[in-house]
Structures are given as C-alpha cells and as structure tokens.
C-alpha cells in the first residue's frame, strides 16, 4: 500500500493548474493565444462582435491571433522607442 494523505492535499495536487500566460498551451488546432487569458477576452470578444459571430471559425480565429500578435509588436517598437529615448 501507499503513503496516505490527507484530503486538503489530493484535491490541491489533483487540481489543474490554470494557464496564467497569454499563451495556449499545444493544441491540435494550430492556436497560439489563450483567449480566456483576462487581458485577451475582452479583445477576443469585442472582434467578434465586430464580426458578428458567436462562433468562429478557423480562418477567423487565426486572423484574430494575427492581429494579437501585430498589436504585441507595436507594443513592443513603443516600448523600445521610449527606453532608446530616456
């Protein structure tokens, strides 16, 4: 037989870790940006009342990942520009 534990510490070692990162964790879909991460769901839900669609596809879904990652440059350039500047 085992070691036993105590409950408390089986339900927090059995627990899933939530993915804190922006980033998806490998998936067989190709996604790369987590959109349930707090900072990206608001984006992820505004583009798709913009597009309106509940649902989207594919296609949409990598389009709205490239515009993710074209914001996350800009972010970085202005970031790079006012640290060059100081």
Do not use: W
Not at 33 to 39: E, L, S, T, Y
Not at 73 to 81: C, I, K, V, Y
């Amino acid at each position: 037989m085992g070691k036993r534990i105590d409950y408390d510490q089986a339900l927090s070692s059995a627990a899933i870790k939530p993915n804190d990162t922006i980033y998806a964790k490998s998936n067989s879909y190709g996604y790369r940006i987590n959109v349930n991460h707090p900072q990206i769901k608001p984006l992820y839900e505004r583009y798709k009342r913009h597009i309106g669609e509940k649902i989207l596809s594919d296609a949409q879904r990598l389009h709205f990942e490239s515009i993710i990652y074209k914001m996350m440059e800009r972010t970085a350039r202005e970031t790079l520009g006012e640290v060059e500047q100081c």
